[in-house]
């Protein structure tokens, strides 16, 4: 078989719906899409209907606190030292654990797609350019550095804006590698023969961008962002469990560090909202997995 | 009597994938006379590669022989054990593959990868496999031997490659070397120079050769029988005079339609239509779909490979009422 | 070699604008944001007219930004990584925390190394099997779990439960060891942190020689070796493992930055005196000469790893020396 042909399969309608075919068929991609679904839906109820409020206090009055889980079916999960519920705390950071993961992801991808399209439809210099700053940011520290940033810039932002402060700082720190990807499509895609035939029978430049180009960078972009959302989630998870993160909204990382630092006395306050953080990632890992199995055919047998 | 090297009999390979029993040999039958050049024809897809693959018995996954006979020197190739077959692979059958490109591993010199494969078929010191690999690099005349052989395949050209990949195959001096579309990824030029040496090699060591390809152009240069398979079967087979002055299947006469001739002028016809599915072949002849002189017993039966006197079997209903037209 | 050697100082070359780059953005991080001292402040309410001037003096307060920098990068290239704001030089404190997590990654990623290619090599050699199977689902779970949060459930188990190993520290501050003397002390205190880390980057690397293997056991090399008569286990362990190793050497490098990048929570979670700990515990008290210091030498750290890396896939890999 030609070389060509079996590394380049031009995505329509119809290839679409084949990728979606060979989704359904495998098991693991479709456990990560329930369980993304899963936390999503969690992650709405607890700010639509919001039954009790984050980070609240309630049970300090009521002598309930440090209450081991499975005994109080008001607290399944138990509560913390000062009687905060772990499985209330548990529905709340999914809002603020996904809003940081998929939000971070967005910014990523959106500046991505625009320096690597820039560097793509101008290779040369700027495409060397690009390659040093995604290598650049591949040897940065950094979370590290956005340790550093988040500790700095919290102390001049209001507080409720302390968290879309870190979705930006993920974000601006998480394109180099969609716009490396994007880059190497671009290239790749438009010395394709069908795409230099349309042009050659006169197609536009936007033409050519949004019939050829657009679905084709669509696949590892999709693929990618199911695994930096996980990487993001992750990433959220240390700087808060550092105490680097915003002290007021309820996250995943704060609540196992107020556990971590009772370690001795209530375990479940570290472990249950741990629990909670891999099964979230380990459901965009398993999607993103599956997304490329179905995207890239040529990866299965 | 003419000796048969090599008898395959009602093979059937099958690829079991996600997606279905692709049948991509589906009962080829065909023999060898030894030191004769056999060539085996069809468009990609027509089971070609994966006979060959079938005869050393490397199948990939999740391909997998099904049934049949493989007769190499009257032993049947698909009863040995795989510590068996490694007594034929490389040592009594040479291969040679589609891509000098990707056929020889990057990350070793060209010396260490055909010394390696004559120490595996013969015991003997560093130093006499050094002279042997470089007695192997002048046979496929490769100039100044004791240099090349420290190159890495990087630094050498296209043909150089395909030549290492010959010497390769030629390691251990085969009864038989299958070279499976050896020139589709080289130069015009370079083309006709591969060409050259496998037909001096054949004849000098007196070997049997089976050359895969789709060019019918070649076939003419090289071959003395020809086998044309199409999705899987073998459609004709006969020697190569006979079928380019009259073929007997409507699927040869139309590959021969699609080889452009300087000698003459006529139009050059491609072949409509594309080759099967082989998950869901066709029912009945599987060219019928394409095929100019179809009829409703095509779609219905399957028919036999039948040999018609001469030497020569087809594989069609209508070989016998059917005028198609050769290239000469 | 020539061209190796070619290779090798272009590639010592292009670590030096990496370098600047990663100190302009952390001097900017640290000073776009405002004044130095008021920022400091934050963190420190009174600052003691010493505090003050260890300050004023490592950001060369006085002048403009532009200079400020290339004063604090001449510094910072003499060796002069300023004074802490509490004890002592930054340059003086930093050396003992450099070996301590050296000595915690560099084992880990040996080990996950060593245990990793054999593993990720039999699972692409039996894809889809149960042991296959069995491997890749514990290594998603593995690259799907916060390092540090794997540590915390190792010490309620091991040291809140069981009681067999400290959850603390790298050394017990006075006897009694743990089991007999100094060194089985210190080897009872690294066991733990050790095997998380491990266990981690042996997740991704599995993952990454696994599929590193498939791509390779389905090129036409490994085809045409076979059918050469060369035995499956030769193709397997000379030609495909070298082809499958030579690109994962490269994302090691890549990984040996995550790691170190990771080296906060895993070791603030064992009370570990490495670079991650004490940089979390400055930032913590804004004490930014140590901070800073930290950064610069985690950067410079992670930018060596990926040059020795590229200098092992060279030699692997004819191709890239051009």
């Known amino acids: 078989m030609n070389s060509k042909e079996t590394q380049y399969t031009r995505r329509s309608a119809g290839q679409w719906a084949v990728a979606w075919r060979r989704f359904k068929k495998n098991k693991a991609g479709l456990a990560g899409l329930a369980i993304v679904a899963s936390f999503a839906v969690l992650a709405i109820y607890g700010l639509l209907l919001d039954p009790v409020p984050a980070r609240s206090f309630g049970c300090l009055y009521q002598g309930c606190t440090n209450l081991p889980p499975f005994v109080d079916s008001a607290h399944p999960l138990g509560t913390e030292n000062s009687g905060i519920d772990v499985w209330n705390e548990i529905i709340h950071g999914s809002a603020g654990d996904l809003y940081v993961g998929i939000g971070a992801t967005l910014i990523s991808v959106v500046i991505g797609l625009l320096v690597g399209a820039a560097a793509g439809y101008r290779s040369g210099v700027s495409g060397a350019v690009l390659l040093g700053l995604t290598q650049i940011f591949f040897v940065l520290p950094v979370l590290v550095i956005i340790l550093l940033f988040a500790k700095i810039f919290l102390f001049l932002v209001a507080q409720g804006l302390a968290l879309s402060l870190i979705v930006l700082t993920l974000g601006i720190f998480g394109w180099p590698l969609f716009a490396f990807i994007a880059r190497g499509e671009i290239l790749r895609i438009r010395e394709l023969e069908f795409v230099q035939a349309a042009k050659s029978l006169g197609a536009s430049g936007s033409r050519t961008l949004f019939r050829h180009i657009v679905p084709n960078l669509l696949s590892p972009i999709i693929v990618l962002s199911s695994l930096a959302v996980a990487a993001n989630i992750i990433t959220e998870v240390v700087i808060s469990f550092l105490g680097f993160g915003d002290p007021t909204t309820s996250t995943w990382g704060l609540i196992i560090q107020e556990g971590f630092d009772h370690i001795d006395s209530s375990w479940w306050v570290a472990f249950f909202p741990g629990i909670a953080v891999v099964i979230c990632v380990l459901g965009f890992n398993l999607l993103g997995d599956g997304l490329s199995d179905a995207l890239n055919p040529r990866l299965r047998e | ?328 | 070699m020539g061209s190796l050697l070619n290779y090798i100082i272009r590639r010592i070359l292009f670590a030096i604008p990496v370098f600047l780059a990663v100190s302009i953005i952390t001097f900017l991080v640290t000073n776009a944001a405002g004044d130095p001292v008021q920022i400091v402040r934050l963190g420190i309410r009174n600052l003691n007219p010493a505090q003050l001037k260890a300050i004023q003096d490592y950001f060369h307060v006085n002048e403009p930004l532009y200079t400020r920098y290339f004063l604090w990068l001449a510094d910072l290239l003499r060796g002069n990584l300023g004074q802490s704001l509490y004890s002592g030089s930054v340059a003086g404190k930093v050396v003992p925390w450099i070996g301590s997590t050296l000595e915690l990654q560099i084992p880990a990623v040996l080990l996950a190394l060593a245990i990793g290619i054999p593993i990720g090599i039999y699972s692409a050699k039996r894809q889809y099997s149960k042991s296959d199977i069995a491997v890749t689902t514990t290594a998603i779970f593995g690259i799907s779990m916060p390092t540090f949060w794997l540590g915390i459930n190792a010490i309620l188990i091991f040291s809140l439960y069981l009681r067999w190993l400290p959850s603390f520290g790298a050394i017990s501050p006075y006897p009694p060891w743990w089991w007999g003397n100094i060194y089985t002390d210190q080897l009872a205190h690294i066991i733990m942190p050790l095997s998380v880390l491990t266990f981690v980057s042996l997740a991704a690397i599995v993952r990454l020689i696994r599929s590193s293997m498939l791509e390779t056991l389905r090129q036409d090399f490994v085809l045409a070796a076979r059918a050469s008569g060369i035995s499956d286990f030769k193709v397997t362990y000379k030609h495909a493992l070298k082809n499958a190793v030579t690109p994962v050497v490269t994302v090691v490098g890549l990984t040996f930055g995550t790691l170190l990048g990771g080296a906060p929570a895993l070791e603030t979670t064992f009370g570990w005196p490495g670079l991650g700990y004490e940089f979390v515990l400055s930032a913590t008290i804004l004490d930014l000469p140590v901070v800073l210091g930290i950064t610069m030498i985690i950067s410079a750290m992670v930018l060596a790893a990926n040059i020795v890396t590229d200098l092992v896939y060279a030699l692997m890999d004819p191709r890239v020396r051009l």
């Open chain 2, 1 to 328: 009597m003419p000796e048969t090297v090599l008898q395959v009999d009602d093979l059937k390979t099958y690829f079991f994938t996600e997606a279905g029993v692709v049948r991509a040999v589906d009962g080829v039958s065909f023999s060898l006379t030894k030191g004769k050049p056999l060539g085996l024809v069809g468009e990609s897809g027509s089971g070609k590669t994966v006979t060959a693959l079938s005869v050393l018995g490397v199948v990939p996954r999740p391909g997998k022989i099904v049934s049949g006979k493989i007769l190499f020197e009257g032993e049947n190739l698909l009863e040995k054990t795989e510590n068996e077959m490694r007594g034929f692979r490389g040592k009594r059958i040479g291969y040679v593959s589609q891509d000098p490109n990707s056929s020889l591993d990057p990350l070793f010199t060209v010396g260490n990868q055909l010394s390696e494969v004559v120490t595996t078929h013969e015991k003997m010191s560093k130093e006499a496999a050094r002279e042997k690999v470089v007695d192997l690099l002048r046979l496929v005349r490769i100039a100044e031997p004791e240099t090349r052989m420290r190159a890495y395949p990087h630094e050498l050209s296209g043909g150089m490659r395909q030549r290492i990949a010959i010497a390769r195959a030629l390691a251990s001096e085969p009864d038989l070397l299958i070279a499976d579309e050896p020139t589709t990824n080289l130069d015009v030029t370079i083309q006709a120079q591969v060409l050259e040496l496998l037909r001096a090699l054949q004849r000098e060591l007196d070997m049997s050769l089976i050359l895969i390809t789709h060019d019918m152009g070649i076939i003419a240069e090289m071959a003395e029988e020809v086998v044309v398979l199409y999705a899987g079967r073998v459609a004709e087979v006969a020697r190569t005079a006979e079928i380019f002055a009259a073929p007997r299947h409507p699927y040869t006469a139309a590959l021969l339609q699609a080889v452009p001739r300087v000698d003459r002028k006529r139009p050059l016809v491609p072949i409509g239509g594309n080759i099967p599915n082989l998950i869901t072949p066709p029912s009945g002849c599987r060219f019928h779909p394409r095929c100019a002189y179809m009829i409703d017993r095509c779609v219905s039966e399957i028919p036999p490979l039948e040999a018609i006197g001469g030497g020569r079997e087809v594989s069609c209903h209508r070989w016998k009422e059917l005028e198609l037209r050769g290239s000469s």
